[in-house]
């Protein structure tokens, strides 16, 4: 493969606009500087990067609990904040941390610039039945482990109760009941069924996924090859039948995450809401369920394209990595496996709505699996929805360019919402693009 070509393009996208200068003065390698207290000052230390609102709680619980290693925690920023900053210690060859937290989705594109450590000689055996295959598979490239799970995101559909019961509609099943409950809603004067963003490419793509879409092979034993399929047949499909929806007038087109859309799903704007296991924690800090519409929410299974053959997807989830950059790699596989696994942290990362846990002390928990949700009005969302969604998953193989994909994923939807093209002429130009992208960053298509 044309690696330099390749490996400046990939650093280039993964730090976007404005790349941030990371030394030892904002953490980095340095264990001097912690946002923690270290209180075992014999034993040795291992840096880390993470921005979970608890990780202070969490990197305390493991210190507190080990006697072998300490953690030396940072917070230098956010998703993309801290990746331009891993991406500029990458390049410099020094200043990223032991163990950085990392969007499962992102791993593909530091792992193949050899940023990333493969932690399954490092005690992996210990811990693999700790969490489901599906979640293992979300953060390794082909059979090599490149992070410890920790969050997921289960999809499924949430629905305004009030508005089901007034159009006398129960939760659809399938695609199929779906579009005819929108129908049903839409003839009697009712709200938008739901909402078709272009901002949320990696939503579209799980629901691609769950039709039996499968958009990239990679291989890094072929690290010259990868396979692109983003215009089989379920991809245009789905293309398709949201694009369909979205004509008929039978959903919005609103970009989500957006005040003007979180405004309408506080209004009663739209009847059912597909997103993750973690939406119920972002719309109650938005302020949803709070004011007029509190205790009229509810959740239900993600609608399948086959009833009898059911299929669950996830959108977004993070891990701890270990960096190349590690000195004692073994040390911080140790960190990497051992935070945010105890019951303590777990506990309070999901009683507060900061994770959807992955780790299975967690998910089999009685008091997790049996909780009554108050954004859903006591509903035992977990036992019903969201667990079961989570022990089904199966996993996914992300691309190394993942970011580029998903942003032309966006464009070729808002074409679509447009009206400029149909679903299946979006996910043909977008397997041109792609396709294109590839072969220019020296990648063989297949």
């Known amino acids: 493969m044309k690696t330099k070509r390749l490996l400046a393009t990939v650093a280039m996208l993964a730090a976007g606009s404005g790349l941030?200068?990371?030394?030892?003065?904002?953490?980095?390698?340095?264990?001097?500087?912690?946002?923690?207290?270290?209180?075992?000052?014999?034993?040795?230390?291992?840096?880390?990067?993470?921005?979970?609102?608890n990780t202070q709680l969490v990197v305390d619980n493991f210190n507190?609990?080990?006697?072998?290693?300490?953690?030396c925690w940072t917070n230098v920023g956010q998703g993309s904040d801290e990746y331009d900053k891993f991406q500029t210690a990458i390049s410099a060859g020094t200043g990223a941390p032991d163990v950085i937290m990392v969007e499962a989705d992102r791993i593909p594109t530091f792992q193949i610039?050899?940023?990333?450590?493969?932690?399954?000689?490092?005690?992996?055996?210990?811990?693999?039945?700790?969490?489901?295959?599906?979640?293992?598979?979300?953060?390794?490239?082909?059979?090599?482990?490149?992070?410890?799970?920790?969050?997921g995101g289960p999809v499924a559909m949430i629905y305004r109760k009030d508005i089901f019961d007034k159009y006398k509609i129960t939760p659809p099943k399938t695609w199929a009941e779906y579009e005819q409950a929108a129908q049903k809603v839409k003839d009697a004067g009712g709200p938008l069924f739901g909402d078709?963003?272009?901002?949320v490419s990696a939503l579209t793509m799980a629901l691609q996924i769950q039709k039996g879409a499968t958009p990239f092979i990679y291989d890094p034993a072929q690290p010259k090859a990868i396979g692109v399929k983003l215009n089989d047949q379920p991809s245009k499909d789905v293309l398709d039948y949201w694009g369909g929806l979205a004509k008929k007038g039978l959903v919005g087109t609103q970009d989500q995450f957006t005040p003007e859309y979180i405004s309408g799903v506080i209004n009663g704007n739209?009847?059912?809401?597909?997103?993750?296991?973690w939406a119920p924690g972002y719309l109650t800090g938005a302020g949803v369920g709070k004011g007029q519409d509190t205790?009229?929410?509810?959740?239900?299974?993600?609608?399948?394209?086959?009833?009898?053959?059911?299929?669950?997807?996830?959108?977004?989830?993070?891990?701890?990595?270990?960096?190349k950059q590690a000195k004692k790699p073994d040390l911080a596989a140790k960190v990497a496996y051992g935070l945010y696994a105890d019951k303590e942290s777990l506990t309070d990362g999901w009683t507060n709505q900061i994770i959807f846990p992955l780790n299975l002390t967690?998910?089999?928990?009685?008091?997790?699996?049996d909780l009554k949700v108050a954004?859903?009005?006591?509903?035992?969302?977990?036992?019903?929805?969201?667990?079961?969604?989570?022990?089904?998953?199966?996993?996914?193989?992300?691309?190394?360019?993942?970011?580029?994909?998903?942003?032309?994923?966006?464009?070729?939807?808002?074409?679509?919402?447009?009206?400029?093209?149909?679903?299946?002429?979006?996910?043909?130009?977008?397997?041109?693009?792609?396709?294109?992208?590839?072969?220019?960053?020296?990648?063989?298509v297949q």
């Open 20 to 53: 941030v200068a990371c030394s030892s003065d904002e953490g980095g390698s340095d264990a001097s500087n912690c946002t923690n207290s270290i209180t075992k000052k014999d034993l040795p230390v291992v840096t880390m990067w993470g921005w979970y609102p």
């Open 64 to 71: 507190k609990q080990n006697n072998e290693v300490q953690v």
């Open 113 to 151: 610039q050899g940023a990333l450590v493969d932690i399954k000689k490092y005690g992996f055996d210990a811990v693999k039945a700790n969490y489901s295959d599906g979640a293992w598979k979300d953060v390794s490239v082909g059979d090599a482990v490149y992070g410890v799970p920790v969050d």
């Open 196 to 199: 078709l963003g272009a901002n």
């Open 270 to 277: 739209y009847a059912t809401y597909i997103s993750a296991a």
């Open 295 to 323: 205790g009229k929410f509810a959740v239900a299974p993600l609608p399948q394209w086959d009833a009898a053959n059911p299929v669950q997807v996830n959108w977004g989830g993070s891990a701890f990595s270990v960096t």
């Open 362 to 369: 967690a998910l089999k928990d009685p008091a997790f699996i």
């Open 375 to 444: 954004f859903f009005n006591g509903q035992q969302a977990n036992k019903e929805v969201y667990v079961p969604a989570a022990d089904a998953y199966k996993g996914v193989s992300y691309a190394p360019f993942g970011q580029y994909y998903l942003d032309a994923m966006t464009k070729q939807i808002s074409e679509v919402i447009k009206g400029s093209v149909t679903g299946s002429q979006a996910a043909d130009r977008l397997q041109e693009d792609v396709a294109k992208y590839a072969k220019e960053q020296g990648f063989t």
